[in-house]
């Protein structure tokens, strides 16, 4: 019934910025904790950022100071802003929401995904 949409995933270069946006359907963003995934090739999936649905926000360690996680309640929407990106953020960046419970860092408390977008920066 949940539907989340990822957009806004391309080719940047390092140093450069992205901003990554998640579009809801089927349910009301204000009511889901949210968060941010990563995966790159051969890898874990990576915990990047999470959103509570009381708007405490959390980050991995290696984005901390680096990324911002955001939602717009009005637009149904997640964002999550990336800056200084690096060679080693290149992965599919995928959205998650978790309907119960607060935030969390691990992917198997996220009930819904998004389809993923890529994110590139070369070396």
């Known amino acids: 019934q949940v539907q989340l949409v990822e957009s806004g995933g391309g080719l940047v270069q390092a140093g450069g910025s992205l901003r990554l946006s998640c579009a809801v359907s089927?349910?009301?963003?204000?009511?889901?904790?949210m968060g941010w995934f990563r995966q790159a090739p051969g890898k874990e999936r990576e915990f990047v950022a999470a959103i509570s649905r009381f708007g405490n926000t959390y980050y991995g360690d290696s984005v901390k100071g680096r990324f911002t996680i955001s939602r717009d309640n009005a637009k149904n929407m997640v964002y999550l802003q990336m800056n200084s990106l690096k060679p080693e953020d290149t992965a599919v960046y995928y959205c998650?929401?978790?309907?119960?419970?607060?935030?969390?860092?691990?992917?198997?408390?996220?009930?819904?995904w998004g389809q993923g977008t890529q994110v590139t920066v070369p070396s």
């Open positions: 998650a929401a978790r309907p119960s419970g607060g935030a969390h860092m691990a992917s198997d408390q996220f009930d819904y």
């Open positions: 089927g349910g009301t963003v204000s009511s889901y904790a």
